[in-house]
């Protein structure tokens, strides 16, 4: 269910290979290590996708669109480690990990560019992504898969496919 280039992002960002500020700073070739989106703190990993205003925004909107919990610390590994549907797994993975790209983006084009998009249109983008994403997968044929939980995953997606934040 996630795209290619959010997978690559994240393959980078475990590996500790995004540019970041403190990065950069720490090796004494910047001076300015202030979040490029929100100026308000130091810009580190932790910062930029679990702490900084901007990005708690998105995932606070995500998290509520999906009907789960905010991650507390790296969304990835906590919802790879949830015992939930598979179907459910899929999708909740793969919108974390366009949170993760989306913001990795804005923080770039606000160090290049000095913009950003709103939390909110940001928001709207990954829903609308993954709705038509939703859509074009046979959903009989995934859900025939974990028949235990057809009706639950049914009432799920549903959901995603209706509710707009
Ligand atoms: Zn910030």
Redesign the pocket.
């Known amino acids: 269910m996630a795209l290619p280039k959010h997978r690559f992002m994240i393959w980078l960002m475990f590996r500790n290979a995004l540019n970041l500020k403190d990065k950069f700073c720490g090796i004494g070739v910047c001076s300015d290590d202030k979040?490029c989106?929100?100026d308000?703190?130091k810009e580190t990993i932790n910062?930029?996708f679990l702490q900084?205003?901007?990005s708690l925004l998105i995932l606070q909107g995500i998290c509520t669109w999906l009907h789960i919990p905010i991650p507390t610390g790296n969304g990835i590994i906590l919802i790879g480690r949830r015992n939930w549907a598979p179907v459910q797994k899929s999708i909740c993975l793969a919108v974390v990990m366009a949170f993760y790209y989306n913001v990795w983006q804005q923080r770039n084009l606000a160090r290049l560019e000095g913009k950003l998009l709103s939390p909110r249109i940001l928001i709207a983008q990954i829903q609308q992504l993954f709705r038509s994403r939703i859509q074009q997968v046979n959903l009989d044929n995934v859900i025939v898969r974990v028949s235990n939980v057809i009706v639950r995953d049914r009432i799920w997606l549903n959901l995603l496919l209706t509710i707009i934040i």
């Open positions: 979040c989106v929100c308000a703190d910062h930029l900084c205003r901007y």
